[in-house]
């Protein structure tokens, strides 16, 4: 005979994972979903302005490639040099459709981007079949090679490339939605933030399924994968088909955005970005490509508008990541969990202060004389005012040059001589009671 107090005790357990669905958790996972929804919502209206909306529009298509990339590299271990080519061929796919005005004119815009997720899943379907016989660095040859393939293919296949001009279309041409014709940069965020809640969501349900945790496993230990029956050859093709359709959607979003593909949008410069938007972000973690696309964006878009030189602050902040945080931002800020669930965290506070401010004040010292080493090198004759930092001054003065390396040198010293407080507060933040315990008795 059961006994109904120990039939309720595993009905409620939290500690297991089907009890925890039925206790409601499924409603707790949807919590950050529906605050990501809102988010899109309700953006427009803080940051009203053409310009924000455009960045926020190719931010949101950078972090859809970002995510299908991520199903590559950090669910599956496969490291492509050429993923852009799916992106870039989903883009010249929509790009054609929009072309054939009789058909374009029955088509709902919003449904446009399949076609583009239909062509690189397509042409993923015809690499992956022999790329995806092997990971590591088989792999990622074979992905360089077809990435330089398509690219040089772009340039030669007028047909379908356009050439070095790449091919234009007009999305207002499509069947009006709902009696939007998609004629404001408005109408056109909320299409691509109704694709990125889709495609996001599509992707992290698939890294939820047996397929996307046996990608896991194949990364980690594809011959115990194959020891327990499973064929890590068709676990990678499935995971690189799937890629490819999410990245031939962030393709179609892009030509719905800006009307237009080159060959800027396949070649292999374009991979290297996506490769380093990914790593930046984190690779072990869902979220990570996300964060990753949202820095790497404002860097290119906002940045760029203070500096030319913010393709350097960008290679230095990807080394710095690889050098000393592996796990990317998202990496970093989950470092910060166990200390936050023992309820430490405060303990962080007062040393990050004292610390990452003078960190930062030094960097922007460094940062500064970079800045007035470009300027002297290769500013005009005459040219010897310059403004860092909204202030004006001589470049070729001996006093700026005094100011900023005493600013770093001092800044830098100060961190370094507040270092091992960090250390010693981030190690009691980190501190379990049984070792405080131990190292009581110790």
């Not at 994972?17 to 209206?45: D, E, T």
């Not at 800006?258 to 800027?264: L, N």
């Amino acid at each position: 005979m059961s006994n109904p107090m120990k039939e309720n005790q595993i009905t409620t357990d939290p500690s297991k994972p089907a009890q925890r669905m039925r206790a409601g958790s499924l409603r707790i996972a949807a919590l950050p979903w529906v605050i990501a929804g809102l988010a899109l919502l309700v953006m427009p209206f803080v940051f009203n302005d053409n310009s924000a909306i455009t960045i926020m529009n190719q931010m949101a298509i950078t972090i859809i490639f970002a995510l299908a990339y991520n199903m590559l590299l950090g669910q599956g271990g496969m490291l492509s040099f050429g993923h852009a080519v799916y992106a870039g061929v989903g883009g010249f796919a929509c790009m054609h459709v929009m072309a054939s005005t009789d058909f374009f004119e029955m088509l709902p815009l919003p449904v446009l981007p399949i076609f583009g997720g239909l062509f690189g899943m397509g042409l993923a379907m015809i690499v992956g079949s022999f790329s995806t016989r092997s990971a590591g660095t088989v792999f990622a040859m074979i992905s360089l090679g077809v990435g330089e393939l398509i690219a040089a293919c772009s340039v030669i296949i007028v047909a379908f490339f356009g050439g070095e001009e790449g091919i234009s279309g007009d999305r207002t041409y499509g069947l009006p939605f709902f009696g939007i014709e998609f004629l404001h940069q408005i109408e056109v965020y909320y299409l691509i933030a109704f694709w990125l809640m889709v495609s996001a969501l599509l992707m992290y349900l698939f890294s939820r399924t047996p397929i996307g945790r046996m990608a896991n496993a194949v990364r980690d230990n594809p011959e115990r994968a194959e020891f327990l029956g499973y064929s890590s050859r068709w676990v990678r093709y499935y995971s690189f088909i799937f890629s490819g359709f999410f990245a031939g959607i962030a393709g179609g979003l892009f030509a719905i955005n800006y009307e237009i593909v080159t060959e800027e949008n396949l070649n292999t410069a374009s991979s290297g970005v996506i490769l380093l938007v990914t790593f930046l972000g984190g690779v072990g973690f869902f979220f990570g490509p996300i964060i990753g696309a949202i820095a790497f964006t404002l860097l290119q878009t906002v940045l760029s508008l203070q500096t030319d030189l913010w393709a350097f602050y960008a290679g230095v902040l990807f080394l710095a990541t690889v050098m000393f945080f592996p796990g990317g931002l998202a990496g970093l800020l989950m470092m910060h969990v166990p200390a936050i669930k023992m309820g430490k965290a405060s303990k962080l506070v007062v040393p990050y202060i004292t610390t990452l401010i003078p960190a930062l004040i030094g960097i922007l010292g460094l940062s500064a004389l970079v800045e007035m080493t470009f300027h002297v090198r290769h500013s005009s004759v005459g040219d010897e005012e310059m403004t860092v930092f909204w202030t004006t001054f001589d470049s070729h003065d001996i006093l700026p040059w005094a100011v900023a390396i005493g600013v770093t040198v001092v800044a830098f010293a100060v961190m370094r001589m507040m270092l091992p407080t960090l250390r010693a507060a981030w190690a009691d933040a980190n501190a379990t009671k049984a070792n405080t315990s131990n190292g009581g008795a110790a």
